[in-house]
Each structure stands twice: as structure tokens, then as C-alpha cells.
């Protein structure tokens, strides 16, 4: 599970980022700790390049109560909410690190999940929900981009912490996502994190 990260605003990659997706329509995106429903930046695949752009975290429920804020790798193609988002709507989630918790005698710990000497991307769905009867655009102030982020089993380095974790990519490897690699395919590479209690 994944739900909570963080956005270090100082750290140069990220500052990019923010800068290019502001250009869309969302000004009140979140640095620092990032929670469900926060404005934060994603990488979308558009015409051969990788585009930033500013979305909220977490599919609205069809009840209205809540967001769906993780897919799991494990059955991602076979639910009707994310099926057809896997062919065309992929995204790429940045982050400095992210947040875990473990059980503990009183209550839970939480947890600083890193990879070593880089920032963290993780794999993502996004989709584009129109708020009017027209055509969606990425630039239509009538329409709301939501992501979530795609889990899977913990590998070696953080199944001590919990069960699991975000789908994570190098820096070589988010390209092959979004131009829609297979999941089975992603996972085998194990990337190595580093847990340190907060």
C-alpha cells in the first residue's frame, strides 16, 4: 500500500516538474507530505515525450464517498475501473520517498521508504473526468485529472516494514511503462529501498 509521499521542493528534478505543470489548470498543488486528494505533479506519455502535468490523488469512489487511491499490480487488468486506463491512461508518479507504517506493540510506526541516491517513480493510472458535456482536453478548465498508484508485493528490502509496496521504476524503465509495457514484465526488476523510522 501506498499512502502517503513526499515532494522535496528543493531537490531539482522536482522543481522542474512543478514548473512545467503549472502550465495546466491547477495553481494549489501540495509540496512537503503529500495525502489523498492533494494536488501533486505526474509524468503522462504525450507524443513520444514525457509530459508533466499537476492531477489530485485518488479516483472518486462511484458512491461519493472516498477516493481509490492505489490499484493492484496483481489484478490491475481485470477491474472495470482500471482495465481500459491501463491501454491508454498511464502515468508516472515522482516523489522523494515514501511513507509506510508497521505494526508495533502501540499502534503503528512510520516509516521513510528511499532509494539510494535517487528520486522515486512510481507507477500510476490517471483518467480525465469532464465536468461538461464536451470533448476533454488536458487544457479544459471543465474537467479534473485524478491519478492513483499502482501496488504490488514487497520485495526483500521493505517486506520487513510491510506487505507491500509502489510499483517503482529507474529512471530508464518510466518510458517503457508509458508507452505500455506489460506490469509482469516491470516487476522483475527489484529495486533496492532503504527504510529509516521517522
Known sequence: MCGRYYIDIDNEEIKRILEEAQKNIYENYRTGEIFPTNIAPIYIEDDNNMKPLLAKWGFPKWDGKGVIINARAETVNEKP???????????????????????????????????????????????????????????DESRDIYFTIITRRANESVAHIHNRMPLIFDAEEMFDWL?????????????ELHGELT
Do not use: T
Request: hydrophobic share 35%; net charge positive; proline share 3%.
Open 81 to 139: 475501473m482500471f482495465k481500459k486506463l491501463l491501454l491508454s491512461k498511464r502515468c508516472i508518479v515522482p516523489a522523494s520517498y515514501y511513507f509506510e507504517w508497521k505494526q508495533a506493540e502501540k499502534g503503528k510506526d512510520k516509516y521513510k521508504i528511499s532509494k539510494p541516491g535517487s528520486n522515486i517513480y512510481m507507477a500510476g493510472l490517471y483518467n480525465i473526468v469532464s465536468n461538461s458535456s464536451e470533448q476533454l482536453s488536458l487544457f
Open 179 to 191: 508507452k505500455g509495457k506489460s506490469i509482469s514484465q516491470l516487476m522483475k526488476a527489484d529495486h
